[in-house]
T-cell receptor, first 114, second 112 residues
Framework: ETGVTQTPRHLVMGMTNKKSLKCEQH?????MYWYKQSAKKPLELMFV???????ENNSVPSRFSPECPNSSHLFLHLHTLQPEDSALYLC?????????????FGSGTRLTVV | GQQLNQSPQSMFIQEGEDVSMNCTSS?????WLWYKQDPGEGPVLLIA?????ELTSNGRLTAQFGITRKDSFLNISASIPSDVGIYFC????????????FGTGTRLQVTL
């Protein structure tokens, strides 16, 4: 497999459930990201990992807990979510270098909290 | 944080028409990127621009990195139904190699 793979593609969970989103990249990139995309709102950066270390947390509520066990895998653990957390969650990866670089995105997980 | 103003927010065009959208910033950017997002999918990189004044094409798509380094435009010629989607500009502000900044997107609808 190549690119960035996210599973599951769709997830419906209750507010008391615990679930995890998974992201895997086969591009040899050294940085990975979680974004939230809500209807009619810009992409919101949630977390950034460089070389497995978390380098950014954009004031994300603690009910979202990221985990990056190695440079190829990224998880987003979810617990006690709220209906307003329903959104498309996108994972991306990149290879940091001077002058800037583009991100490669996965297809996303469509999350619905009921 | 950095703001990218993307316009128009949405466009309704007929098949065969040309499309133009742009992105502006109040600060200088090192890199400009254009992404397209199909419904239910993640954004896919269309064109990357790395030098001021650079003009790059990808099939029917053409994008330019503004001379002032504060803007970029994307043109789509002879639009087809599969051009439907949301187009995002993105870039790296000067002084940082991290955290790509995204525009708010232009939603394109193509009618037959």
């Amino acid at each position: 497999e190549t690119g960035v793979t996210q599973t599951p593609r769709h997830l419906v969970m209750g507010m008391t459930n615990k679930k995890s989103l998974k992201c895997e990249q086969h591009l040899g990139h050294n940085a990975m990201y979680w974004y939230k995309q809500s209807a009619k709102k810009p992409l919101e950066l949630m977390f950034v990992y460089n070389f497995k270390e978390q380098t950014e947390n954009n004031s994300v509520p603690s009910r979202f807990s990221p985990e990056c066990p190695n440079s190829s895998h990224l998880f987003l653990h979810l617990h006690t979510l709220q209906p307003e957390d329903s959104a498309l969650y996108l994972c991306a990866s990149s290879q940091e270098r001077r002058g800037g670089y583009g991100y490669t995105f996965g297809s996303g997980t469509r999350l619905t909290v009921v | 944080g950095q703001q990218l103003n993307q316009s128009p927010q949405s466009m309704f065009i007929q098949e065969g028409e040309d499309v133009s959208m742009n992105c502006t910033s109040s600060s200088i950017f090192n890199t400009w990127l254009w992404y397209k997002q199909d419904p239910g999918e993640g954004p896919v990189l269309l064109i990357a621009l790395y030098k001021a004044g650079e003009l790059t094409s990808n099939g029917r798509l053409t994008a330019q990195f503004g001379i002032t380094r504060k803007d970029s435009f994307l043109n789509i010629s002879a639009s087809i139904p599969s051009d439907v989607g949301i187009y995002f500009c993105a870039g790296h502000p000067t002084g940082t190699a991290s955290k790509l900044t995204f525009g708010t997107g232009t939603r394109l609808q193509v009618t037959l």
